[in-house]
């Protein structure tokens, strides 16, 4: 079922979570491949955000391995930060500094990581900026940011590090109604680019517009997975058709 | 009456140059202060990093179990105390020790048991996702600490720093018991010699008044120059 578009960018093998009394994963073995945009969605408690946060071990897995651009990044003698900083991530809370300016929340981790100068991390910064419309934002600070200008300006500072992937944990979710759209917007436009993303949303509407595959979960496991035609319109899992039916 | 007022000040602070006493003993509680300021702040900071690494990473078991020992037995006991033993005990054989120094070890050491609790309590309250977000970008867990999670808790915990600092300043006045000449002692041997116990009293007062409203001040400057990010 797996739909294969180049080589494999992220492999999960056997992957358990185990918080406590309570089995958040439960043996989850899957393929990203580059360039593929896949969506996550299951009720909540489902283990699609620990299953997400796992991929760059931000959730440490109970067992099981993740492998990304064919290294093993779960063995211990691994410099998990080096490999992270090809992961963007883009939380549900934006997380953006708040004692930094846009710019500096920006150029803060290609200056410190990339070594970058501090002139050519600012040029690029702008760049970015003008791609998201946000340019004036510059020297502001996030506490003067609208919702949806926070997370445009939270995923702008995940690509400032030219990441392979990008990780989206449920980033509308706490947005008020009218913000959801530029956020959308804004990862869509990357989609078109190329970027291999793997997004956990509530958004059906831009599961079956943007993605290439998605993914039910369901209990800590996969429960479904397939092209988005194929997936909302002929689902077999009994929960996924619950699920669809609660959700659409 | 004022003639009378007069009479008193000449007697308690220009006869045999009393006033000394009074301006010896601020530069002794200034020096005392601000050593164990800065011995308190780092060895809070230290603390405070030590217990909230083991509080978010689980590394580091022994020195936290250190470092709560050393909170409870400072915290849970009085600071004259301390100031008695470090002088009479622990350096009970070197009478030749300055008592400046000895002062100056025993605030420090006090206050540094405060500072580590306001420091990790700052730590603790900037939000998870901070440290997340930092450590998804690729900074290490030090990194994160130092470029996100400090700067955003030193600004939490400015007001509670400051006050602690304030305790320190007037705490330093139970220095007598080790026969430390700082401020209030100066101005005890001032009344012991005049029988006057308002003036030099009322003056040391003042003076301490007056330190701790300009140091105040100073802090509000600061605090307000941090705050600008959060319009």
């Not at chain 2, 005990?89 to 605030?107: E, L, N, Q, T």
């Not at chain 2, 998870?128 to 690729?138: D, I, M, N, P, T």
Request: charged share 25%.
């Amino acid at each position: 079922m797996t739909i294969n578009r180049g080589d494999t960018l992220i492999k999960v093998q056997g992957l358990h979570k185990i918080f406590g009394e309570l089995h958040a994963l439960s043996g989850i073995s899957e393929e990203i491949h580059k360039g593929e945009v896949v969506v996550i969605v299951g009720p909540s408690g489902s283990g699609k955000s620990t299953f997400l946060r796992s991929l760059n071990l931000l959730e440490e897995p109970s067992e099981g391995q993740v492998i990304f651009e064919g290294e093993d990044i779960t063995d211990k003698k691994v410099d998990i930060n080096k490999h992270r900083q090809k992961m963007g991530m883009v939380f549900q809370h934006f997380n953006l500094f708040p004692h930094k300016t846009i710019l500096q929340n920006i150029t803060l981790a290609p200056i410190k990581l990339l070594k970058r100068s501090k002139d050519d991390a600012e040029k690029r910064a702008m760049e970015l900026l003008r791609l998201v419309g946000l340019e004036e934002k510059a020297d502001a600070y996030p506490s003067q940011l609208s919702g949806g200008q926070k997370q445009r300006i939270a995923i702008v500072r995940s690509l400032a590090m030219d990441p392979e992937v990008m990780l989206f944990d449920e980033p509308t979710s706490a947005l008020d109604p009218e913000m959801v759209g530029e956020v959308l917007e804004l990862m869509k436009q990357l989609a078109r680019d190329g970027m291999t993303m793997v997004v956990v949303t509530h958004e059906m509407g831009f599961a079956k517009e943007v993605a290439t595959r998605v993914i039910f979960m369901d209990e800590g496991q996969i429960k479904e997975q397939g092209e988005p035609e194929e997936f909302f319109g002929n689902p077999k899992d009994e929960r996924l058709k619950e699920f669809l039916s609660k959700i659409l | 009456m004022f003639q009378e007022l007069q009479d008193k000040f000449v007697n308690n602070f220009i006869t045999d140059d009393r006033w000394k006493y009074i301006a010896d003993g601020l530069v002794t509680t200034l020096q005392v202060t601000f050593f164990a300021v800065i011995i308190g702040i780092v060895l809070g900071f230290f603390v405070a990093v030590v217990r909230s690494t083991y509080d978010k990473t689980g590394k580091l078991r022994l020195l936290n179990a250190l470092c709560k020992l050393y909170l409870t037995v400072i915290r849970g006991t009085p600071v004259v105390v301390q100031l008695l033993i470090i002088y009479f005990v622990i350096f009970g054989s070197a009478r030749d020790i300055s008592k400046v120094a000895v002062a100056v070890m025993a605030f420090g050491f006090n206050s540094g048991a405060y500072v580590a609790e306001i420091f990790r309590s700052g730590i603790m309250s900037v939000d998870s996702g901070q440290f997340e977000a930092g450590r998804s970008l690729g900074f290490n867990y030090v990194q994160t600490m130092r470029y996100i999670i400090m700067p955003q808790a030193f600004k939490n915990v400015l007001p509670a720093l400051c006050n602690e600092f304030i305790v320190l300043l007037k705490e330093t006045s139970v220095s007598g018991y080790i026969a430390l000449q700082d401020l209030t002692k100066g101005g005890d041997i001032i009344r012991s010699r005049t029988y006057d116990a308002l003036m030099p009293l009322l003056a040391v007062a003042v003076i301490y008044l007056l330190m701790v409203i300009v140091f105040t001040k100073l802090v509000n400057i600061l605090e307000r120059r941090l705050r600008s990010s959060d319009h």
